[in-house]
């Protein structure tokens, strides 16, 4: 998964046409459990470019998304917000793909 490294790239991304943001952590224990399902996840859904958003490099832009629980994703699509599955709570394979399949409804 591509590592946001910057805020511009954060506003180029977005204005793509689909963007899954993951926003994650090292220390997260939540966070690494989900770490051995995201392949397949990634695989399953092509359409999707997936960014992983280190949450303490970006503490500015979590504030300012109102993400104060992670693991979290919001999905950009041209620009706009298309979905957020923003908690603080672990998530399953199946909500994050749950997630992902309500994007395309």
């Not at 954060?10 to 926003?23: A, P, S, V, Y």
């Not at 997936?50 to 504030?63: K, N």
């Amino acid at each position: 998964m591509e590592k946001l490294q910057s805020m511009e790239q954060f506003e180029q991304l977005k204005n793509e046409e689909r963007t899954i943001f993951m926003f994650s952590a090292d220390w997260c224990p939540d966070c690494t459990v989900i770490e051995p399902i995201l392949p397949g996840i990634m695989a399953d859904y092509p359409e999707y470019h997936f960014v992983y958003v280190d949450r303490d490099e970006f503490i500015d832009l979590c504030a300012e998304l109102d993400i104060f629980g992670i693991p979290s994703f919001i999905a950009y699509h041209s620009g706009e917000e298309a979905g957020r599955f923003v908690s603080k709570d672990r998530k399953t394979q199946a909500e994050i793909e749950a997630f992902i399949n309500s994007l395309s409804a």
